[in-house]
């Protein structure tokens, strides 16, 4: 067989298991249950409306990094012309997300609404799940949301459920931990080492040694990170606000929902140190 049939074979084979969607990816898949209406919501970018992941993992987490947060490859398309099971088009308004209160929600909340809801379109690809960070460590996050689209009386309903699961491996302290603390914590008047700052410094190549094995001057009976052990860890415990014997503030100070002067930590800067202190080794 030539090339040249053999593509010809394969375009034909292709169209017959799937029409070719002008404004949505060819491996676009439903999320509804009634075909006569799924066009309204599909999903590109993704095999199926279930997906699970592992921080760090390079084919499903599209920045390759272990961070604390798997950013999912996935793009919402609306209005998906070609598909003949689907009768209807034009949503009346951007699909409505639930739960509101999920992050992950009302970051797609927000993609969503940046479309013409009557016009076929998609978002970019990507949604962040952050995995869950407690004194018991990082664990595995699961995002799942309703995505219901609306077109005159008739509806899409959609399901979307997006798991991130922890890497065995550590955030690197480098590029991942140490940027984190430079931009949150290493201010004037905080962990910079300029005077008139607090320790200890979380700036520089030295941050390791400034944090791992070291004592906590307020609470010497645990060090600021022991490796493995983040319930033991004054560190961990001061971003999450938990077990803080001293009653000294949350750091960043002034969080959540305050000023800090360098932001509060998002979900995902908070994984990522929780994850760093619970897998780094004693010299990384």
Not at 127 to 149: D, E, F, W, Y
Request: charged content about 15%; proline content about 10%.
């Amino acid at each position: 067989m030539t090339a040249l049939r053999a593509l010809a074979v394969g375009i034909v084979v292709l169209h017959l298991v799937r029409p070719v969607l002008a404004d949505c990816p060819p491996d676009c898949v439903g999320g509804g249950k009634v075909a006569a209406t799924d066009c309204l919501v599909e999903f590109a970018g993704i095999p199926t409306s279930d997906e699970g992941c592992t921080d760090g993992n390079p084919s499903c987490d599209m920045d390759g990094v272990v961070n604390g947060v798997c950013t999912f490859p996935v793009s919402v398309c609306i209005n998906v012309s070609g598909d003949p099971r689907c009768t209807v088009h034009g949503l009346s308004g951007p699909p409505l997300v639930r739960p509101a209160r999920s992050a992950v929600g009302q970051e797609l909340s927000r993609a969503l609404a940046a479309l013409d809801p009557t016009q076929p379109g998609c978002t970019a690809p990507g949604l962040h799940v952050p995995l869950t960070a407690t004194l018991k460590g990082v664990s595995q996050s699961v995002a799942r949301l309703s995505i219901v689209a609306t077109a005159g009386s008739k509806r899409d309903r959609n399901k979307l459920t997006l798991t991130c699961r922890p890497s065995p491996a550590a955030p690197s302290l480098a590029g991942v931990v140490g940027p984190i603390f430079e931009a949150r914590c290493s201010l004037p008047a905080c962990h910079n080492g300029a005077p008139g700052g607090v320790g200890p410094v979380l700036a520089g190549p030295d941050v390791h040694a400034a944090l791992v094995g070291v004592p906590a001057m307020n609470v010497p009976s645990l060090m600021l990170v022991l490796p493995g052990s983040v319930a033991q860890s004054y560190l961990a415990r001061k971003i999450l606000g938990k077990r803080i014997s001293d009653r000294t503030a949350r750091m960043p100070q002034g969080c959540p929902g305050g000023a800090a002067p360098g932001g509060c930590l998002t979900d995902a800067e908070t994984a990522a140190i929780i994850s760093w202190i619970q897998t780094v080794a004693p010299d990384n």
